[in-house]
C-alpha cells in the first residue's frame, strides 16, 4: 500500500493537481481570513467610479496621479468592519467609508462622510465624493451637494448600512478584478485557463502515447 502511494504521487499530473488545488485552497482561506480579521464581508474592493477622484491638470484616471490622497478607478481598496460611532467625521480628514445604497441594498457606495446626525440614538451619515460637484475635497462643502440618498426618509446613511471604512489603497491592482468582471475579461481568463490545461496534462500525454506507439516493442505485425 505504502508503494501504491509512493507511485502515485511521484506521477507528474496528480503532483500538478494537488498544487492546483493547495493553490485554490490558499486563495480562498486567505479571502475568509480576511473576512474574519477585518470584521466585514468586504474586505478588498475594486474602485468602479470616478466619484472619489479630484482632477490634477484635468484629469482623473489614477495613472497620472495614483498616490494622491483620494481614490481612483482601479483603485484596489482595503475595508474595514468597524462600530459606526467610532467614525472620524472630521471633514476634510473624515472617514472615507463603503455602504450599501439605500435604495439599492446589493450596490455598495464609496464616498467620504462630511457629516453626521444622531436621530433618536441613530447616527445618520451624509456623505459626497470627493470629486463630485463643483466644490472638490478639501474644500468644504454647501449642504446643497450632500449626497441626497435618505433611509428611511430621514436624510443620509443610517449607520447600520455602513460595511466599513477605508483603511488602504492599492493603485492600478483593481484593474485586475476590473478585467475579470469585464464581459470580455472572463471569457479570456477561462480560456487561458483551458490552454494552460492543455498545455500541462493533454499535450504531454499525448507524445507520451505517441512514443509508446513507435517503440518496437509495443508494435502489432500483421500479416
Known sequence: MTLDIKKIWRNEYIQTVIVIGLVALFIFGFWYGL???LNTPYPALAVI????CVPYNGACDGWSHPFSQTLHIGDLIIVQGVNPK??????P???????????????????RIVAVNKINGT???????????????????????????DTNGVPGI????????????????????LFIRNSIGLPIIVVLIIILVLIE?????L?????????????????
Open 49 to 52: 467610479s470616478g466619484s472619489m
Open 35 to 37: 473576512q474574519i480579521a
Open 201 to 205: 496534462f493533454i499535450v504531454p500525454l
Open 86 to 91: 467610532e467614525l472620524n467625521a472630521n471633514y
Open 93 to 111: 480628514n473624515s472617514d472615507i467609508i463603503v455602504f450599501k445604497k439605500p435604495s439599492n441594498p446589493d450596490e455598495l457606495i464609496v464616498h
Open 123 to 149: 447616527l445618520y451619515f451624509r456623505t459626497k465624493g470627493d470629486g463630485n460637484s463643483h466644490i472638490k475635497w478639501p474644500s468644504a462643502p454647501s449642504t446643497l451637494e450632500y449626497d441626497p440618498w
Open 158 to 177: 443610517r449607520e447600520d448600512y455602513v460595511v466599513g471604512k477605508v483603511i488602504m489603497r492599492i493603485p492600478w491592482l483593481g484593474h485586475i478584478v
Open 207 to 223: 507524445k507520451e502515447n505517441k512514443n509508446w506507439m513507435n517503440n518496437p516493442r509495443h508494435r502489432c505485425i500483421y500479416k
